[in-house]
């Protein structure tokens, strides 16, 4: 069974501190995929990554870095955290270069940034 | 400009009333698309996927067909479980994906 799993469910911080999200999955898929997700924005992609230790930028990149060390893991660093970073944030992963490259996300993790 | 669009953004249904949402989009070279349900302050659900034009598939209550330009997802006889948004995503070609804003559908007793 297809599982990816977040680090925390709900999460606050402050203005100016740094913030570890972090994304784990078990299917020992290639592609793995941060978005947030804001009311009538939809989901915007923040980064990808589809191999250890390789990175994209998505569509909304700025205030934000990742981390790939291990193949099942998938950490995305708020460096300064700023209020306008408050969103759902969202970890997906999928198998690449198959018919199946659906993604799977995880269960999300609110952000609050005081 | 590649961009994926849902109608209607929320639908209220008795329950038992069938209805279909939808998704329309504009991608180059279209990889695959997926319907996702999702359940308030939960990650979107996998569904479907549907990769060329005539093809569907089915779960329960739900299905899914494909079009060149748009898909819909089918719900017959809903119940108020089927409550939730659901949303529409197309893969345009590697890694790159484009998310619909979604559907909120409301099922009443």
């Known amino acids: 069974d297809v599982k990816v799993t977040q680090s925390s469910r709900y999460l606050v911080k402050r203005t100016g501190e740094k913030v570890f999200l972090e994304c784990v999955q078990d299917?020992?898929?290639?592609?793995m995929f941060w978005y947030r997700q804001d009311p009538g924005l939809g989901l915007r992609l923040i980064y990808f990554?589809?191999?250890?230790?390789?990175?994209e930028k998505g569509d909304i990149p700025e205030g934000y870095s990742v981390s790939r060390e291990k193949k099942e893991r998938f950490s995305l660093i708020l460096e300064s955290a700023s209020t306008n970073q408050t969103s759902m944030y969202l970890c997906?992963?999928?198998?690449?270069?198959?018919?199946?490259?659906?993604?799977?996300f995880g269960p999300g993790t609110r952000l609050l940034v005081l | 400009e590649d961009q994926v669009t849902q109608s209607p953004e929320a639908l209220r249904l008795q329950e038992g009333e069938s209805s279909s949402l939808n998704c329309s989009y504009t991608v180059s070279g279209l990889r695959g698309l997926f319907w996702y349900r999702q359940d308030p302050g939960k990650g979107p659900e996998f569904l479907f996927t549907?990769?060329?034009a005539g093809e569907e598939k089915e779960k329960e209550r739900l299905k899914a067909t494909l079009t060149k330009k748009e898909s819909f997802l089918h719900i017959t006889a809903p119940k108020p479980e089927d409550s939730a948004t659901y949303l529409c995503?197309?893969?345009?070609?590697?890694?790159?994906?484009?998310f619909g804003s979604g559907t909120k559908l409301n099922v009443k007793p």
């Open positions: 995503a197309v893969q345009a070609n590697f890694n790159k994906f484009y």
């Open positions: 997906a992963s999928s198998f690449p270069r198959t018919e199946q490259e659906t993604q799977y």
């Open positions: 549907l990769y060329s």
């Open positions: 299917m020992d898929h290639e592609n």
């Open positions: 990554s589809y191999d250890v230790k390789m990175k």
